[in-house]
């Protein structure tokens, strides 16, 4: 017998078959080792399982290639026929036709063609394939042959030793000099990136392999430079009489051969992006990336089906110019969806689930036809027995298609499928996450009375995990503003609950009034008696917008940042106390800071400033520089440029405020109200000469009078313990209070008759404001009145 043609050769004699006789797969049987069984030695065109064709056959079965195989008789079937077969599977078109036809005499293998022409394969196609069946004879089963026999890009593994021969070139590829080469499959394994260690292992190793070809394109590491992409071409041979099973094959350089990348590279390439892509648009980019440059198309548009509507995810390109004017004319905004039913040519493509090709021409709606004027291809996008999209590609000049095209679409379109619907699976789950960190953070950060305040948040990127970082601006009594942030350990429901629990805890503490240090630890004795095992860190600042004083208080959390106004920056070495919810007897010291006019406070969490080649002093630094650099007058333009290049495999919070001062400042005074009998009397006398420091006039002083009266009066009778008056002037509204250790509020009567000797003071409070009311204070509770002095 003649010596059989290389399997390059070989394939390109049987990509004649695809051109010249128009056969959608073309696929050469011949004995292995052992001759009762036929291999699949070498294919073309569409994937055969499309087809429901084996790699192999029983040389004595009842399939027409055996039978062909037997007689030397050629045999052809047509479209009712190949489903009739005991042994056929079920075909993708009704068209479906077969030819088979014998390498030389009996018992000598056979060409399998198949048509999807209605009319199946005609004379002239048939006389092509006698040609290509003569050319290609009767191969013999390859050896493996010996050591040095092998050509330079060769190469031939022992499958049950891993000892293998190989060419010069392909040591040259390896960058391996033959005299250092021990053999070994693991020495060349060890040079491959380790990306691509999974898919070479599956070739090396005989569990994931069957017999016939394998290819694919890996990489190898380099001295200097990018690593080297090279591609395997290999077939499996059975063993037998002693003999081990042995992958043969080449190795090439695929870096030379770009142009002829073929089709199971470009897939290969594909499915291991759209195994990374979590998202709907990663999904699209990759499927951009695998078809448009390679197929030189004009224009590619990816679309999630949604009841009934193609919701429009990927346009490349992007520009609405470069797509059909009717798209941006009828849609309902820039590229939103259509219903598929204006478009009943690709509903119908949709339906049966093909792809499909349209040459220049056709008859199509103008919504399809002017997207690929040329030629227009329909993928639909099948996943787990629905359709999950369509991919449209379109072409501007006519174009004629070749088998390795049409296969490389197919395969592409049931790989987006499958990577849609999880794309759309883990959006819909992430975005969820998202509104439920949304909703336990504030919706929007109060106007503050000298300082401005910007906040951000950025969920982590890593999975669907939901994060316990939290921040909060909680407006104060007598113009103070408390700034809290904190970090709730783990990333799950649990720990955002917890953030939730403790930001409204930490802001329900701060409204009773009590000093910094004391709502940390009310804080900390909630999450101990919480019986959790997790913990929080927490850093609150209490700020005095009129004075341009803080205090810092922090539990187990990042120092604050400081910028002064001359640019210079501070990580203030604030004292700090244990995480919350650690010990029960738990000190949280206050560390005083000054404020001047211009400063900028900075509030963060370790996931803007740690990572894994970063520890927290180097990013505490880092994030020290760059608000060093940064312009305090656009305060959010600062917070978005602080959180570039966050690693995102931690979630982040950043607040930030600015303190500018106060235009106006209050006046204020105070006076401790002492129980003896003139107390009330002492009181008024106290209100009346200082409002009239004040400049308040007479008439708004007898109301203020009457108004101290009533609440101190009140106070020294209903309670115990000490009382304070406070005075306060501001934008000309005068505000009494008078705080005292009781909770309970006063109560305001609903009726009060003739010979009721209590209760008019309320009513007489009531009377003369302008607003009153109640605040909790430290235990206890200020009641308080404002009255609008007339000029």
């Not at 009489?241 to 080449?250: D, K, M, Q, S, W």
């Amino acid at each position: 017998m003649a010596s059989p043609p290389t399997p390059d050769r070989l394939r390109r004699i049987l990509e004649q078959a695809l051109v010249f006789a128009g056969a959608s797969f073309a696929g050469v049987y011949i004995p292995g080792d052992d001759p009762a069984v036929l291999l699949l030695a070498e294919s073309a065109g569409l994937p055969r399982t499309l087809y429901g064709l084996r790699d192999s056959y029983p040389a004595t079965g009842g399939h027409p290639v055996a039978e062909a195989h037997r007689d030397g008789r050629p045999r052809s079937l047509g479209p009712a026929e190949p489903a009739g077969r005991p042994d056929a599977r079920r075909t993708p078109s009704p068209d479906v036709s077969m030819a088979v036809l014998p390498l030389g005499p009996a018992g000598g293998g056979c060409l399998l063609a198949v048509s999807e022409h209605p009319g199946g394969f005609g004379a002239d196609a048939r006389a092509c394939l006698e040609l290509i069946a003569r050319v290609v004879a009767a191969p013999a089963p390859v050896a493996a042959g010996e050591p040095g026999e092998l050509p330079a890009d060769a190469f031939s593994l022992a499958m049950d030793s891993g000892r293998v021969d190989v060419g010069d070139a392909i040591l040259r590829l390896f960058g391996i000099a033959r005299d250092g080469f021990d053999g070994r499959v693991e020495t060349l394994l060890g040079h491959a990136v380790p990306e691509d260690l999974p898919a070479l292992m599956s070739v090396v190793e005989a569990d994931h392999l069957s017999i016939g070809d394998r290819e694919l394109e890996f990489r190898v590491l380099q001295p200097a430079g990018p690593p080297r992409w090279l591609r395997l071409r290999g077939r499996l041979l059975p063993g037998g009489e002693g003999r081990p099973a042995r992958l043969v094959g080449t190795v090439a350089d695929a870096t030379t051969q770009r142009s002829d990348v073929t089709d199971v590279a470009r897939v290969q390439r594909l499915a291991a992006a759209l195994a990374t892509a979590g998202t709907v648009k990663d999904v699209g980019r990759a499927v951009v990336d695998a078809l448009r440059r390679p197929l030189q198309a004009d224009r590619i548009a990816l679309a999630e089906l949604e009841n009934e509507r193609l919701v429009v995810t990927v346009l490349d390109p992007p520009e609405p110019e470069a797509w059909p004017e009717v798209w941006r004319s009828e849609w309902r905004t820039e590229w939103p969806d259509a219903p598929v039913r204006s478009m009943p040519t690709l509903a119908a493509a949709l339906r049966e689930g093909r792809a499909r090709i349209w040459p220049a021409g056709s008859d199509l709606e103008p919504a399809l036809a002017e997207v690929g004027p040329g030629a227009l291809a329909v993928l639909p996008l099948p996943a787990a027995g629905r359709m999950a999209g369509g991919c449209l590609v379109g072409w501007d000049e006519p174009r004629e298609f070749a088998p390795d095209e049409r296969a490389l679409l197919t395969a592409c379109a049931g790989l987006a499928g499958q990577a849609l619907l999880r794309a759309h699976a883990f959006d819909a789950e992430h975005e969820l996450v998202g509104m439920l960190q949304r909703t336990l953070l504030p919706r929007r950060l109060p106007r503050l009375p000298g300082a401005v305040a910007v906040a951000r948040y950025l969920p982590t990127t890593a999975g669907l995990e939901v994060g316990g970082d939290w921040y909060d601006v909680i407006p104060l009594a007598d113009n103070h503003v408390a700034l809290v942030i904190g970090d709730v350990q783990g990333h799950n429901a649990g720990a955002a609950t917890l953030m939730g629990q403790m930001r409204t805890a930490l802001r329900a503490y701060a409204a009773e009034g009590h000093s910094p240090d004391v709502v940390v630890a009310h804080a900390n004795r909630l999450l101990l008696d919480m019986e959790t095992d997790l913990f929080a860190t927490c850093a609150y600042v209490d700020v005095d917008m009129e004075q341009g004083t803080a205090l810092c208080v922090r539990a187990g959390h990042l120092q604050p940042l400081l910028r002064h106004p001359d640019g210079s920056t501070e990580i203030v070495q604030a004292e700090g106390g244990p995480p919350l919810g650690v010990l029960v007897q738990a000190e949280f010291p206050m560390t005083p800071m000054r404020l001047r006019t211009g400063t900028v406070l900075a509030l963060t969490t370790d996931g803007l400033v740690e990572s894994p080649a970063t520890d927290i002093d180097e990013g505490m630094d880092r994030l020290a520089a760059e608000l060093a650099a940064a312009d305090p007058g656009h305060l959010g333009l600062v917070a978005d440029a602080l959180l570039t290049g966050a690693q995102r495999n931690d979630d982040v919070a950043l607040l930030l405020m600015r303190y500018d001062g106060m235009a106006v400042r209050p006046l204020r005074e105070s006076w401790t109200v002492w129980r003896v009998p003139e107390a009330a009397r002492h009181a008024r006398r106290f209100t009346r000469r200082t409002l009239r420091t004040w400049g308040v006039s007479p008439d708004t002083v007898d109301a203020a009078l009457l108004v101290v009266s009533e609440l101190v009066t009140n106070a020294l009778v209903h309670t115990g313990g000490p009382v304070r008056l406070d005075l306060s002037l501001v934008n000309h509204r005068l505000r009494l209070a008078v705080a005292d250790t009781s909770p309970r509020s006063p109560v305001q009567p609903t009726s009060i008759g003739w010979e009721a000797t209590g209760g008019r003071g309320i009513l007489l409070v009531e009377a003369v404001s302008a607003a009153w009311g109640t605040v909790p204070v430290s235990g206890g509770k200020q009641v308080w009145a404002e009255l609008v002095p007339r000029g």
